[in-house]
């Protein structure tokens, strides 16, 4: 068998941890499966890596960055393979080079294109472990990129996927897939089994137990994932196209702190300027989520947007640049909120949904700020220190817990 297992931060955060993993690893191994081990950066090297190039200048240059971040997951495979030896096991760690992983030009959220399996195909035959540095790539420009916050758990599904692997196993420092984030929801359950689709709705709206373009790429290239914990040995979940567990009306509720509410107020009230003013920020790659337009004065009409946290000064610096082509009174940014999602393809047909997630807000007296759905999900945003309390309002709503 051909397994994958890819470890992340808190996993490899100290010698004890490196040494657990290696053992783990090494028995499969010795059990005459071929291994591949994906790693993430030790403990919270990224962050602390984004706080050191953050001293030096508020806006590195992404290139640089991206050169920075990547020594973290170099550290993690080189001190995991010298765990391995040193247990008389023959392996090898490669960086993004070194495999050849191709992605995309974009910088701090570059996607894999492809990977050349050759080198690992080789390093498999003459039976060594083959450990690989997670979420960093290569660009045509032969520069490193990255692949996005939690992008490790894309390296390990492309490299499943690539090499046609019998298992890959995404391990991490809780149980598996919740209901909700353990960490915040207290009485979340363990799912057993989750679909791709449920999964990546869950992901795209903030669960970061697995990145959400490894589950796109999990369900497009058939890779089932399991996903359980580094410390223990309890069953994890299984991320696959059908469960067979009866459908629940929503399937879990994801917190989303990495958001910021951007207004334009006084805008004209005329065709063109809602073009206008995302086309601004769509030239510069910048996301835009949730939008409100609401009607102003005399002619005028405001619109609220969110976007990614780490995004918004310099949405705001563009928007602000340009306020008088779009024509706008005043520009105002609000970090301090949060996104929480109902997601469930129950819904589908169910009219009470959304306003039973209201209802539960309510109780709380938790303000919404905006609203955004689509069939399978319903998103607020709210004041990020409300965000505790109404997870556990709307998880227990909808009877999700234990
Ligand atoms: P790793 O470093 O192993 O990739 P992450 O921190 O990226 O770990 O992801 C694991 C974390 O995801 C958990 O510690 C948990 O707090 C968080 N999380 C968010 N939503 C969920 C959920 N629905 N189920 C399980 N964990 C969740
Ligand atoms: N080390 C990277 C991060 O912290 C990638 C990952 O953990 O998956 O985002
Ligand atoms: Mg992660």
Known sequence: MLIVKKFGGTSVGDKERIFHVARRCVEEYRKGNDVIIVLSAMGKTTDELIAKAMEITPNPPRRELDMLLTTGEQVSVALMAMAIDSMGVPVVSLNAFQVSMHTTRVYGNARIKRIDTDRIMHELEIRRIVIVTGFQGVNKYDNYTTLGRGGSDTTAVALAAALHADACEIYTDVDGVYTADPRVVPTARKLKEITYDEMLDLATLGAGVLHNRSVEMAKKYGVQLVVRSSLNDNEGTIVKEETSVERMLISGVALDRNTARISVIGLKDQPGIAFKLFNLLAKENINVDVILQSIGRENSKDISFTVARSEADEA???????????????????????????????????????????????NENVNINMISTSEIRVTVLIDEKDAERAMNAVHGAFGLEE
């Not at 024509?327 to 009219?351: E, H, R």
């Open 316 to 362: 705001v610096e563009i928007l602000t640049q340009n306020k008088n082509r779009v024509g706008a009174a005043s520009i105002s940014c609000n970090k301090s909120v949060a996104k929480v999602s109902i997601v469930g393809a129950g819904m589908m047909s169910n009219p009470g949904v959304a306003a039973k997630m209201f209802e539960a807000l309510y």
